[in-house]
């Protein structure tokens, strides 16, 4: 079972708030991601991260910004939050592995954020 | 860019029943995987099964079991004798060189 935790769970605050949502992995892995949930669709990768100081932008476009100062941690930082920013927000974390071989990908409860 | 779909919204199973999901995907790649992914109302993303584009025989994880026909480009997703804790949103994913792509997923709500 993977031990990927993120907090806060809930999180509902003002407009303009600075927000950090806190992701952290104990399973050692190198690879970390962000995705983004709107209810009832699908998720979308905002960020990822391939190891210690790599990060990199996801195929949706994100006002969000992450860090990867430490292996096992990957926040991601909300600079001023707007209504628009309403959403479910997923961590999950795999193993690097050699050659063409998918890994698979481990997640955390997630973070469900409401901008009013 | 690899595009994965998922034509049902919804499904309705009897309790103890066995149910099929489809996914089908579009790529190029020679080198890819699949994987399902079933989400609570919760909102965790829980990890059922995973099949390679290389691997001969169809994956199976106690009561799921993938059905992977690669001509067809087709990974749906068997769950036999259907409980009611099986009610949950279902998610198909593709993946190559790590990076998932999800497809809309498919509710389904097991009867008793």
């Known amino acids: 079972e993977a031990d990927i935790y993120q907090t806060p769970r809930y999180l509902v605050i003002g407009t303009g708030k600075k927000i950090t949502l806190e992701c952290s992995q104990t399973?050692?892995?190198?690879?970390m991601y962000w995705y983004q949930q709107d209810p009832g669709m699908e998720l979308h990768l905002i960020h990822y991260?391939?190891?210690?100081?790599?990060?990199e932008k996801g195929d949706l476009s994100s006002e969000s910004t992450v860090s990867r100062i430490r292996t096992e941690h990957f926040p991601l930082t909300l600079e001023s939050a707007r209504p628009s920013h309403t959403s479910q927000y997923l961590c999950?974390?795999?193993?690097?592995?050699?050659?063409?071989?998918?890994?698979?990908?481990?997640f955390g409860p997630g973070t469900r954020l409401t901008v009013l | 860019a690899q595009k994965i779909t998922q034509t049902q919204p919804g499904m309705f199973v009897q309790e103890k029943e066995a149910v099929t999901l489809d996914c089908t995907y579009d790529?190029?790649?020679?080198?890819?995987?699949l994987f399902w992914y079933k989400q609570p109302s919760s909102g965790e993303m829980i990890f059922l099964i995973y099949?390679?584009?290389?691997?001969?025989q169809n994956a199976t994880e106690g009561r799921y079991s993938l059905n992977f026909q690669k001509a067809r480009k087709s990974a749906n997703l068997v769950i036999s004798a259907s409980q009611l804790g099986d009610s949950a949103m279902y998610f198909c994913?593709?993946?190559?060189?790590?990076?998932?792509?999800f497809g809309q997923g498919t509710i389904l709500t097991v009867h008793p």
């Open positions: 999950a974390s795999s193993e690097f592995t050699s050659g063409s071989l998918p890994d698979t990908q481990y």
């Open positions: 099949q390679g584009s290389y691997d001969q």
């Open positions: 991260s391939y190891g210690v100081n790599s990060t």
């Open positions: 790529t190029s790649d020679p080198s890819y995987g």
């Open positions: 399973m050692g892995h190198d690879k």
């Open positions: 994913a593709f993946t190559s060189y790590g990076k998932l792509t």
